[in-house]
Protein backbone atom coordinates (compact mmCIF):
# COMPACT_ATOMS: atom_id res chain seq x y z
CA UNK A 1 0.00 0.00 0.00
CA UNK A 2 1.25 3.17 -0.85
CA UNK A 3 2.32 6.07 1.69
CA UNK A 4 -0.94 9.14 1.89
CA UNK A 5 1.04 12.40 1.26
CA UNK A 6 1.15 14.47 4.26
CA UNK A 7 -0.67 17.20 4.92
CA UNK A 8 0.65 20.14 6.15
CA UNK A 9 -0.80 20.67 9.85
CA UNK A 10 -2.67 24.37 9.93
CA UNK A 11 -0.50 27.46 11.53
CA UNK A 12 -2.05 28.54 14.77
CA UNK A 13 -0.82 32.40 15.28
CA UNK A 14 -3.97 33.85 16.74
CA UNK A 15 -2.12 35.78 19.64
CA UNK A 16 1.00 35.85 18.28
CA UNK A 17 2.96 38.87 17.03
CA UNK A 18 4.08 39.54 13.63
CA UNK A 19 7.25 40.83 13.53
CA UNK A 20 8.24 42.77 9.69
CA UNK A 21 11.26 41.03 8.31
CA UNK A 22 13.67 44.07 7.07
CA UNK A 23 13.26 43.23 4.15
CA UNK A 24 10.07 43.77 4.14
CA UNK A 25 9.74 47.58 2.95
CA UNK A 26 6.52 48.41 0.94
CA UNK A 27 3.56 49.70 2.18
CA UNK A 28 2.37 50.69 5.44
CA UNK A 29 4.22 47.44 7.31
CA UNK A 30 7.87 48.18 7.12
CA UNK A 31 9.33 47.75 10.52
CA UNK A 32 5.38 47.10 12.25
CA UNK A 33 4.49 44.61 15.16
CA UNK A 34 1.42 43.57 14.62
CA UNK A 35 -0.61 41.30 16.96
CA UNK A 36 -2.61 38.72 15.46
CA UNK A 37 -6.23 38.65 17.01
CA UNK A 38 -7.70 36.29 14.78
CA UNK A 39 -6.36 33.50 12.61
CA UNK A 40 -7.68 30.44 10.72
CA UNK A 41 -7.08 28.56 7.45
CA UNK A 42 -10.43 28.91 6.29
CA UNK A 43 -11.17 32.54 6.90
CA UNK A 44 -7.61 34.11 6.77
CA UNK A 45 -6.12 36.75 9.80
CA UNK A 46 -6.79 39.55 11.73
CA UNK A 47 -4.37 41.93 13.26
CA UNK A 48 -3.29 45.50 14.85
CA UNK A 49 -0.48 47.00 13.96
CA UNK A 50 1.00 48.03 17.43
CA UNK A 51 3.95 50.65 16.87
CA UNK A 52 2.55 53.25 14.15
CA UNK A 53 0.79 56.20 16.51
CA UNK A 54 -1.02 58.49 14.64
CA UNK A 55 -0.10 61.88 16.12
CA UNK A 56 -3.91 62.39 17.00
CA UNK A 57 -5.93 61.93 20.14
CA UNK A 58 -8.89 59.81 20.69
CA UNK A 59 -10.59 63.61 22.43
CA UNK A 60 -10.42 65.07 18.40
CA UNK A 61 -12.46 62.97 17.40
CA UNK A 62 -14.80 61.67 20.53
CA UNK A 63 -15.76 64.99 21.85
CA UNK A 64 -18.78 63.93 24.09
CA UNK A 65 -18.26 63.47 27.52
CA UNK A 66 -19.02 59.86 27.88
CA UNK A 67 -15.94 59.08 26.12
CA UNK A 68 -13.81 61.65 28.17
CA UNK A 69 -11.60 58.79 30.05
CA UNK A 70 -10.60 58.34 26.80
CA UNK A 71 -9.73 61.82 25.21
CA UNK A 72 -5.82 61.79 25.99
CA UNK A 73 -5.40 57.89 24.27
CA UNK A 74 -3.30 57.67 21.31
CA UNK A 75 -4.63 56.92 17.78
CA UNK A 76 -2.39 54.15 16.49
CA UNK A 77 -2.86 53.06 12.25
CA UNK A 78 -4.12 49.86 12.75
CA UNK A 79 -3.11 48.84 8.97
CA UNK A 80 -4.18 49.46 5.48
CA UNK A 81 -7.79 48.25 5.72
CA UNK A 82 -10.88 50.53 6.46
CA UNK A 83 -9.48 53.10 8.11
CA UNK A 84 -12.33 55.91 8.36
CA UNK A 85 -13.15 53.60 11.26
CA UNK A 86 -12.28 54.23 14.39
CA UNK A 87 -12.52 50.98 16.84
CA UNK A 88 -11.18 49.95 20.07
CA UNK A 89 -8.98 47.34 21.79
CA UNK A 90 -7.66 46.33 25.20
CA UNK A 91 -5.17 44.56 26.35
CA UNK A 92 -3.70 42.99 29.93
CA UNK A 93 -1.36 40.05 31.42
CA UNK A 94 -2.42 37.12 33.51
CA UNK A 95 0.37 34.70 34.95
CA UNK A 96 -1.60 32.03 33.85
CA UNK A 97 -2.59 32.74 30.04
CA UNK A 98 -0.23 35.22 28.98
CA UNK A 99 -1.03 37.80 26.88
CA UNK A 100 -5.50 38.60 26.27
CA UNK A 101 -7.00 40.96 24.81
CA UNK A 102 -10.43 42.14 23.62
CA UNK A 103 -10.51 43.81 20.09
CA UNK A 104 -12.99 45.92 18.37
CA UNK A 105 -14.80 47.19 21.14
CA UNK A 106 -17.01 49.90 21.39
CA UNK A 107 -15.99 53.36 22.61
CA UNK A 108 -18.21 52.74 25.69
CA UNK A 109 -16.56 49.21 26.30
CA UNK A 110 -12.83 50.82 25.79
CA UNK A 111 -14.09 53.36 28.92
CA UNK A 112 -15.26 50.07 31.17
CA UNK A 113 -11.58 48.23 30.56
CA UNK A 114 -9.60 51.66 31.07
CA UNK A 115 -11.14 51.07 34.09
CA UNK A 116 -9.38 48.06 34.85
CA UNK A 117 -6.02 47.72 36.72
CA UNK A 118 -3.12 46.82 34.07
CA UNK A 119 -5.09 46.98 31.29
CA UNK A 120 -3.94 49.19 28.21
CA UNK A 121 -6.57 50.69 25.98
CA UNK A 122 -5.87 51.47 22.08
CA UNK A 123 -7.46 53.45 19.63
CA UNK A 124 -6.99 52.12 15.90
CA UNK A 125 -7.81 53.46 12.53
CA UNK A 126 -8.03 50.48 10.14
CA UNK A 127 -6.74 46.74 10.64
CA UNK A 128 -4.36 44.66 8.96
CA UNK A 129 -6.20 41.63 7.04
CA UNK A 130 -4.79 38.67 5.04
CA UNK A 131 -7.20 36.25 2.89
CA UNK A 132 -7.11 32.80 2.99
CA UNK A 133 -3.75 31.18 2.75
CA UNK A 134 -2.19 34.82 1.86
CA UNK A 135 -0.54 35.06 5.32
CA UNK A 136 0.45 31.35 5.23
CA UNK A 137 2.23 32.43 1.63
CA UNK A 138 3.76 35.69 3.24
CA UNK A 139 5.21 33.75 5.53
CA UNK A 140 6.66 30.86 3.24
CA UNK A 141 8.39 33.83 1.68
CA UNK A 142 9.41 35.19 4.93
CA UNK A 143 8.17 38.48 5.12
CA UNK A 144 7.06 38.29 8.94
CA UNK A 145 8.79 37.04 11.60
CA UNK A 146 6.92 35.85 14.56
CA UNK A 147 7.06 35.53 18.45
CA UNK A 148 4.82 35.27 21.16
CA UNK A 149 4.50 38.05 23.44
CA UNK A 150 6.17 38.61 26.75
CA UNK A 151 4.97 40.52 29.53
CA UNK A 152 7.22 43.54 28.74
CA UNK A 153 5.25 44.42 25.73
CA UNK A 154 2.66 46.23 27.52
CA UNK A 155 4.86 48.67 29.43
CA UNK A 156 6.79 49.19 26.13
CA UNK A 157 6.40 52.65 24.49
CA UNK A 158 4.11 51.89 21.20
CA UNK A 159 6.13 53.75 18.35
CA UNK A 160 8.77 52.53 16.16
CA UNK A 161 11.34 51.46 19.00
CA UNK A 162 9.01 48.62 19.81
CA UNK A 163 10.11 46.59 16.62
CA UNK A 164 14.04 46.68 17.20
CA UNK A 165 12.69 45.55 20.92
CA UNK A 166 10.94 42.94 19.84
CA UNK A 167 13.55 41.52 17.60
CA UNK A 168 16.10 41.94 20.56
CA UNK A 169 14.10 39.72 22.61
CA UNK A 170 13.74 36.60 20.20
CA UNK A 171 17.53 35.39 20.01
CA UNK A 172 20.89 36.61 19.02
CA UNK A 173 20.12 36.47 15.60
CA UNK A 174 17.79 38.76 16.05
CA UNK A 175 19.02 41.25 18.06
CA UNK A 176 21.84 42.09 15.09
CA UNK A 177 18.85 42.06 12.36
CA UNK A 178 17.69 44.96 14.92
CA UNK A 179 20.50 46.99 15.06
CA UNK A 180 21.25 46.67 11.58
CA UNK A 181 20.71 49.72 9.46
CA UNK A 182 18.16 50.05 6.63
CA UNK A 183 20.83 50.98 4.73
CA UNK A 184 23.56 48.07 3.48
CA UNK A 185 26.23 50.44 2.95
CA UNK A 186 26.16 51.49 6.67
CA UNK A 187 26.56 48.39 8.28
Known amino acids: MADLPRQESPI ?14 EGIFPHSVILLTEHNAEEGAYGLILNHPSDHKVGEFLKDEEFS ?34 TRISAPDAVKHAQNPGTLVRAF ?40 ETLRNISTYHRIIAECSDDPSRN
Open 125 to 164: VGYSGWSEGQLEGELRHSSWITARPTSKLLAHSHDQTLWA
Open 12 to 25: RLQGQLLIADPTLR
Open 69 to 102: ALSKIDVHVGGPVAREHLTFAALWWTEEKGLRFA
